[in-house]
């Protein structure tokens, strides 16, 4: 069983457009993240959720709203895509926010915005 | 705040070749170090890590020791092999700012047969 899996794996839609991106985690975590890697490969943190409580909030464009309705998902909804949006966001998780956690990772999802 | 400072890429090597990726880091207290890779197409995951100094993390060959006097968590290889080809990142997590990982810019490792 995969332990984080996000879904769609790909992505293709208009500028403009509305679109979700989900993430499920079956290790029990307590702790979920969302990262955004450009195409550089650069690695940038989003949000981090804590027992469904927001705890990291980066400085993001407030058309991208997380919701994590249990421990175990964390969704991001995406307003008005723009160009600039393209990358690949990932999905972790790790037990708690414990500074010596690794993050355990899915395996992403590749948004192309036309 | 954090930083993470990694050795610019992309790096390009014979199999067999010797491997070091530096890394060095700005952090307050004392941070766990990690190394991650990517494989081509897949997430992160843990390779390595060392929680305090002077630890030695080590997996599948790779080593990397916690060196808090030049703030330093090089990456190091003996003999590399194709299948090592992926991006490396270096990263620290503190023991405050909310479990927030500070990564590195990635360095990507082709290894040619």
């Known amino acids: 069983d995969t332990a984080v899996s996000q879904t769609p794996k790909y992505l293709v839609t208009q500028m403009g457009n509305d679109k979700s991106i989900k993430c499920e985690q079956n290790?029990?975590?307590?702790?979920m993240y969302w990262y955004k890697q450009d195409s550089k490969k650069f690695l940038k943190i989003m949000f981090s959720?804590?027992?469904?409580?927001?705890?990291i909030n980066e400085t993001v464009p407030n058309r991208f709203s997380p919701k994590s309705p249990d421990k175990a998902h964390l969704n991001l909804h995406i307003n008005s895509l723009e160009l600039g949006d393209s990358a690949v966001y990932f999905c972790a998780s790790s037990p708690s926010t414990g500074g010596n956690e690794k993050l355990f990772f899915g395996s992403g999802t590749q948004l192309s915005v036309l | 705040g954090n930083s993470v400072t990694q050795m610019e890429g992309p790096v390009t090597l014979s199999e067999e070749a010797f491997l070091t990726i530096n890394c060095t880091y700005t952090?307050?207290?004392?941070?766990?170090l990690f190394w991650y890779v990517q494989y081509p197409g897949e997430g992160l995951q843990l390779l390595l890590k060392?929680?305090?100094?002077?630890d030695k993390g080590s997996n599948k060959g790779f080593e990397a020791t916690y060196r808090k006097e030049t703030t330093s968590f090089h990456l190091e290889k003996g003999s590399v092999q194709v299948s090592d080809s992926a991006v490396y990142f270096c990263?620290?997590?503190?023991?405050?700012?909310?479990?927030?990982?500070?990564f590195g810019d990635g360095t990507t490792l082709t290894v040619k047969p």
């Open positions: 290790l029990g975590h307590d702790t």
């Open positions: 060392a929680t305090k100094a002077d």
């Open positions: 990263a620290l997590r503190g023991l405050t700012n909310a479990g927030k990982s500070t």
């Open positions: 959720y804590n027992n469904k409580e927001l705890i």
């Open positions: 952090a307050t207290g004392y941070p766990s």
